[in-house]
C-alpha cells in the first residue's frame, strides 16, 4: 500500500531565506512523486513532479525538489523564500507500474515565511 | 489557473439527501479523478473515471457514484448524506499517465 508522511505541520521561515519542506513515502512499485500547493479556498496547484531521469526536479515558482531513493524521500526546496509563498504544501506518490492509479497525498505542510 | 471548473462551489444540504457534483475537465484531457478533502486532512482518493468506466476506486461506500460524459466531464453523486460527508470535494483532470489538474473544488456542508 502506497502512503506519504509530512512530518511537520508548520514550517517557518524568513523571507531570504532557503526553505525546505519534508516528505517521506512508501510505495510498492515505481514512485511517481508530486509536490502540490494550496491557497486558501481554492483547489491545488500543480508545483513539480519526478517520473524517472535527474533526482533533482525543478518546478514553478523557484520551487525544486530532490528524490532520494535509498531515503524513501521527495523534499521540496527553495533557495529564497517569499511572503506569497505562504500557503498549505502537499507531498503525493503514485505507483508507476499502472497508469491511472490514484495519487495518496499527505496531511500537508503549512509553511508560513515572515517579512 | 487550471481550465478545470466545478460547480456549485459551495453547497449546504440535509443529513439524508441526496447531492451532485460537477466537473469539467481540461481540454485535451481524458481522465477525471475525484477526491475528498475534509478540513485539516489531504485530499482522499474516491475514484476515477476514463473514457466513461470508472478507473479505479478508492476506500468510499458505494453511495458514492460517479458518471464520465464523452466530452469528458463527470458528476459525482452522494446519496444518503451523513454530517461526515462535510469536506471539499475536489476534480482533476489528466491524460492516464500524467499529472493531475485540479479544480477550485465544492464546498458541501451537510447539517
Known amino acids: 500500500a502506497q502512503s506519504v508522511a509530512q512530518p511537520e505541520d508548520q514550517v517557518n521561515v524568513a523571507e531570504g531565506n532557503p526553505l525546505t519542506v519534508k516528505c517521506t513515502y512508501s510505495v510498492s512499485g515505481n514512485p511517481y512523486l508530486f509536490w502540490y500547493v494550496q491557497y486558501p479556498n481554492r483547489g491545488l496547484q500543480f508545483l513539480l513532479k519526478?517520473?524517472?531521469?535527474?533526482?533533482l526536479v525543478k518546478g514553478s515558482y523557484g520551487f525544486e525538489a530532490e528524490f532520494n531513493k535509498s531515503q524513501t524521500s521527495f523534499h521540496l526546496k527553495k533557495p529564497s523564500a517569499l511572503v506569497s509563498d505562504s500557503a498549505l504544501y502537499f507531498c503525493a506518490v503514485r505507483d508507476g507500474r499502472k497508469a491511472g492509479t490514484a495519487l495518496i497525498f499527505g496531511k500537508g505542510t503549512t509553511l508560513s515565511v515572515s517579512s | 489557473e487550471t481550465g478545470v471548473t466545478q460547480s456549485p462551489t459551495h453547497l449546504i444540504k440535509t443529513r439524508g439527501q441526496q447531492v451532485t457534483l460537477r466537473c469539467s475537465s481540461q481540454?485535451?484531457?481524458?481522465?477525471v479523478s475525484w477526491y475528498q478533502q475534509a478540513l485539516g486532512q489531504g485530499p482522499q482518493f474516491i475514484f476515477q473515471y476514463y473514457r466513461e468506466e470508472e478507473n479505479g476506486r478508492g476506500n468510499f461506500p458505494p453511495r458514492f457514484s460517479g458518471l464520465q460524459f464523452p466530452n469528458y466531464s463527470s458528476e459525482l453523486n452522494v446519496n444518503a448524506l451523513e454530517l461526515d460527508d462535510s469536506a471539499l470535494y475536489l476534480c482533476?483532470?489528466?491524460?492516464?499517465?500524467?499529472?493531475?489538474?485540479f479544480g477550485p473544488g465544492t464546498r458541501l456542508t451537510v447539517t
Open positions: 481540454s485535451g484531457h481524458n481522465t
Open positions: 482533476a483532470s489528466s491524460n492516464l499517465v500524467d499529472e493531475q489538474y
Open positions: 519526478y517520473i524517472t531521469g535527474d533526482n
